[in-house]
């Protein structure tokens, strides 16, 4: 178990270091921006929804936002609302080499998956063999993307389809 009140700027560097050593932790319970809470927790297609959402996802089982506090109970007061998160950690056996991948498919947000992928040197061809064979539409982009269709998308590239 972990509990911090963490500086905001590099809540994403200490984060990804938990993930990447998830199996040392059962839960980790911090206070980060109130905003940072939400892209978490977001949900496919949503506006939030991105490579932090998708990666909390991965390595948790769960997330509860457990308050949210107000820039007055602070001295100085931030400009920012924080919230308090619970993370319970994945118990299952997770390969890291998916954190990677998720960055690169999210690198270009508002471009296809596609194109993501053809900018991580997988040919055209085999990038429409894996979204055939996923039923994926060519125009999808990274973020209607579930976490399952990640893990599969993964699997069949680094399993060369």
């Given at each position: 178990?972990?509990?911090?009140?963490?500086?905001?700027?590099?809540?994403t560097s200490i984060?990804?270091?938990?993930?990447?050593?998830?199996?040392?932790?059962?839960?980790?319970?911090?206070?980060?921006?109130?905003?940072?809470?939400?892209?978490?927790?977001?949900?496919?297609?949503?506006?939030?929804?991105?490579?932090?959402?998708?990666?909390?996802?991965?390595?948790?089982?769960?997330?509860?936002?457990?308050?949210?506090?107000?820039?007055?109970?602070?001295?100085?007061?931030?400009?920012?609302?924080?919230?308090?998160?619970?993370?319970?950690?994945?118990?299952?056996?997770?390969?890291?080499?998916?954190?990677?991948?998720?960055?690169?498919?999210?690198?270009?947000?508002?471009?296809?998956?596609?194109?993501?992928?053809?900018?991580?040197?997988?040919?055209?061809?085999?990038?429409?063999?894996?979204?055939?064979?996923?039923?994926?539409?060519?125009?999808?982009?990274?973020?209607?993307?579930?976490?399952?269709?990640?893990?599969?998308?993964?699997?069949?590239?680094?399993?060369?389809?």
């Amino acid at each position: 178990m972990a509990i911090g009140n963490i500086p905001y700027n590099i809540t994403t560097s200490i984060l990804f270091h938990i993930f990447k050593n998830y199996e040392k932790f059962e839960s980790v319970t911090l206070m980060v921006q109130d905003e940072y809470a939400k892209r978490m927790s977001a949900k496919v297609s949503s506006s939030e929804y991105g490579k932090l959402s998708l990666t909390t996802q991965l390595f948790t089982d769960s997330i509860e936002y457990i308050t949210k506090v107000e820039p007055t109970k602070f001295i100085p007061q931030p400009k920012v609302n924080s919230a308090v998160i619970k993370l319970n950690l994945s118990t299952n056996k997770i390969d890291k080499e998916l954190i990677p991948f998720i960055k690169n498919i999210f690198s270009m947000r508002r471009k296809t998956l596609s194109n993501n992928l053809k900018r991580m040197n997988y040919t055209k061809e085999d990038i429409d063999k894996v979204l055939k064979r996923l039923n994926l539409k060519p125009t999808i982009r990274p973020q209607e993307l579930t976490l399952l269709d990640v893990k599969n998308l993964f699997e069949l590239l680094k399993n060369n389809i």
